[in-house]
């Protein structure tokens, strides 16, 4: 850690993961609810749960992005950060926030638009909390040196603070609704988010492999304009169905198609980085996590997005199993990953302890993984066979549901494999305080002359 | 390719590039959302009782069990046509009538079988539920879903 101020990031990784924890638990207990449907039906219905899973994700992820941001800025602007104070009072303020939406769902206060079901008064807590930290990040960037990665990183923050705007526009005509919605889920997740995702490993690969700065920042920007270009008209894919016009089918099947290029691209970056890399970093658990991040994501996103994202297949899968096995793989590979990536590798920088090999770390990496793999399986496998009965042979919906009780069951068991390794993980960066396996000595990289 | 692409040819094209797609994305969604309003959802006026029954719709947070125009959460059936399926679209009073008997039946209590929660829901605001989920019926949605299963 060279800058005094990068130890905000510590604070916001610690409640990102602590979040983190309780959206895999709450994930656990939905999938238990899939398989004994009677448990806890009074007291805290599915939709409650799902609720929290959901929310506590995006928050989780969003509070990583804010810390990676905090972590990196300082050394990619040779600056401390410009108010160390706003950084905790927006944390506060994002604490603040989280807690009572939780508390408020579980009162039974929410809205009814999926994902933005925050009270008005935690959307306003979550704007403001938006404003202080592009103020601050901004004038820290601006203050010091400029680089393609805080440049990239910056754009996607502030176009998707931007974007939270609709969160407050909810027109009374439900296929306007649903059309602006997708204004913050769809530009977020497969757009801004992407830009963050690219700045995040663009500046992990620089730090781990060594590799010249010119050659990483123009794939940077290779990678962003590909998943831009594919990704706002790919929007598209979203406006089939829900009472938009057809041309949305033509526009939102070509271009949501070319939504795989980015994702193959930050693959293959990231792999090619390494090859060409000199440097052997000890931190041997962050370089898994970056190439899990952008290997899983290719495959989650891109591939498992691309199999259904023609309007005429999506015709047949649209809101299946399939949807459901597509968006956790996608979310885990380029989000969840990307957000352990970078913990990964500014945890024992922050906490003083590199170099550093994380051998649970890596642990928990091949458990979640591999639970996340099988999820995705099996669901995929439930996708299939609900669109033949439902879509196709045109049986009704819960005795669909009854055939499908095996993947169910699947389901649960690798999700219990994945949230033992988030727990593992967990430990792994908040509890454990030597090494497991004792690391090489190596040369220590810029930046790390804590 | 590093000579023809250097990194700022590399930046233009990405913030040059983007801008141009951001422009023709809000012209098109400019278009649509024009559409809906004058044709996909004119069949049927966006009355106050559809609007209440919307906001019913968001306050019990339906949405996270089931589908409506086949997004949403995947434990319960899409409502998108659930007045087609049960053969009331074109008739608002069974409409109310069968979604009232419907839901205070719930819970059901079987064992193993998903549970709907009970929602207390005054007589008018399920008049508003059953005309939103009409409304929402008779929205042209390009011929989706396959099946009246939903």
């Not at chain 1, 792994?428 to 930046?447: D, F, H, L, Y």
């Not at chain 2, 005309?131 to 396959?146: I, M, N, S, V």
């Amino acid at each position: 850690m060279k800058y005094q101020s990068q130890k905000v990031a510590y604070a916001y990784f610690m409640v990102a993961m602590g979040l983190f924890g309780i959206q895999v638990l709450g994930g656990l207990l939905a999938g238990w609810v899939y398989v004994w449907p009677n448990t806890l039906s009074e007291l805290l219905p599915f939709n409650i749960i799902r609720m929290i899973h959901t929310n506590a994700l995006i928050v989780w992820l969003l509070l990583g992005f804010f810390g990676a941001a905090y972590f990196l800025v300082p050394e990619e602007s040779e600056r401390e950060i410009w108010s160390v104070k706003l950084a905790y009072l927006q944390l506060i303020i994002l604490v603040v926030g989280t807690l009572g939406a939780v508390g408020s769902y579980l009162m039974g206060i929410h809205g009814g638009r999926e994902f933005l079901e925050q009270p008005l008064w935690v959307k306003f807590g979550i704007l403001v909390a938006a404003v202080i930290f592009l103020i601050n990040i901004s004038m820290t960037v601006l203050a010091g040196r400029k680089t393609a990665i805080t440049g990239v990183l910056l754009t996607g923050l502030w176009l998707l603070s931007l974007l939270w705007i609709f969160a407050f526009i909810n027109p009374d005509n439900l296929s306007l609704d649903k059309m602006y919605w997708w204004f913050v889920v769809h530009l977020w997740v497969e757009g801004t988010w992407e830009l963050v995702m690219a700045a995040i490993l663009a500046f992990l690969m620089l730090k781990l492999t060594g590799v010249d700065r010119e050659v990483v920042e123009k794939w940077l920007y290779v990678i962003v304009a590909t998943a831009l270009f594919s990704g706002i008209l790919g929007t598209g894919h979203h406006f089939y169905w829900i009472g938009l016009p057809g041309y949305w089918q033509w526009t939102g099947s070509i271009f949501s198609a070319f939504e795989v290029v980015p994702f193959f691209a930050m693959m293959s970056f990231a792999f090619i980085m390494v090859w060409k890399g000199r440097r052997n970093h000890p931190n041997k658990a962050a370089l898994l996590w970056a190439l899990g991040s952008a290997t899983v994501a290719f495959f989650g996103a891109g591939v498992w997005g691309f199999l259904h994202t023609f309007h005429g297949v999506n015709f047949y899968t649209h809101g299946t199993q399939i949807t459901a096995a597509h968006g956790h793989l996608a979310f885990y590979g380029a989000y969840v990953a990307m957000n352990l990536a970078i913990i990964t590798y500014a945890m024992p920088l922050l906490r003083g302890r590199a170099p550093y090999n994380q051998v649970l770390n890596m642990v928990s990496f091949w458990l979640m993984t591999g639970g996340m793999a099988f999820m995705t399986f099996v669901l995929t496998f439930a996708g299939t066979i609900q669109t033949h009965m439902q879509r196709i042979v045109g049986d009704y919906y819960m005795d669909v549901q009854d055939q499908l009780a095996l993947f169910y069951m699947m389901r649960l068991g690798a999700g219990v494999c994945v949230v033992l390794g988030a727990l593992l993980f967990i430990y792994s960066q908040v509890v454990v305080r030597r090494e497991v396996i004792a690391p090489n000595t190596m040369p220590k990289a810029e930046g790390e002359a804590a | 390719m590093s000579e023809i692409l250097t990194k700022s040819r590399a930046r233009n094209i990405f913030y040059g590039g983007s801008l141009f797609f951001i422009v023709v994305f809000i012209a098109m969604t400019f278009h649509s959302h024009r559409y809906v309003v004058n044709v996909s959802t004119a069949g049927m006026p966006l009355s106050p009782e559809v609007v209440l029954g919307k906001h019913v719709w968001e306050r019990h947070s339906c949405i996270n069990c089931h589908t409506l125009h086949g997004e949403g959460a995947y434990f319960a059936p899409e409502l998108g046509n659930v007045m087609t399926r049960w053969g009331v679209q074109d008739d608002p009073q069974s409409a109310f009538e069968t979604l009232d008997g419907w839901m205070a039946a719930q819970p059901s209590g079987i064992e193993g079988r998903r549970q709907m929660p009970f929602f207390e829901i005054t007589p008018e605001e399920m008049r508003g539920l059953a005309e939103f989920l009409r409304w929402a019926d008779q929205t042209d949605t390009q011929g989706w879903p396959p099946t009246d299963a939903g």
